[in-house]
């Protein structure tokens, strides 16, 4: 059984920093996309950044320049450092995975519990 479990989220003033934790436990062959998406009250949840494939990174055109994604392979971890926050980035941060179980196994879409980021003074 494969888990996603997140840290790291919080309250925060506008322009302040917080840095999202996600860690995949389990067992799995690979992992090939990763990352974080958020939902806020009354939206859709939105990609916010993820690696797909080998190190290409995608970022919402609302967090370019802000967030940064990063990632441990060794601690199955990816991070989403977060910079000048604002308070339309309140949401509750997913962490998403795709992964397989083997080499020639299918993919399985995995989520966490999410975190919630509160950015309000």
């Known amino acids: 059984q494969v888990q996603l479990v997140e840290s790291g989220g919080g309250l925060v003033q506008p322009g302040g920093s917080l840095r999202l934790s996600c860690a995949a436990s389990?067992?799995?062959?690979?992992?090939?996309?990763m990352g974080w998406y958020r939902q806020a009250p009354g939206k859709e949840r939105e990609l916010v950044a993820r690696?797909?494939?080998?190190?290409?990174?995608n970022y919402a055109d609302s967090v370019k320049g802000r967030f940064t994604i990063s990632r441990d392979n060794a601690k199955n971890t990816v991070y989403l450092q977060m910079n000048s926050l604002r308070p339309e980035d309140t949401a509750v941060y997913y962490c998403?995975?795709?992964?397989?179980?083997?080499?020639?196994?299918?993919?399985?879409?995995?989520w966490g519990k999410g975190t919630l980021v509160t950015v309000s003074s």
């Open positions: 998403n995975s795709v992964l397989r179980t083997s080499s020639s196994g299918p993919y399985f879409n995995y």
């Open positions: 389990g067992s799995f062959f690979s992992i090939d996309a």
């Open positions: 690696f797909i494939g080998g190190d290409i990174t």
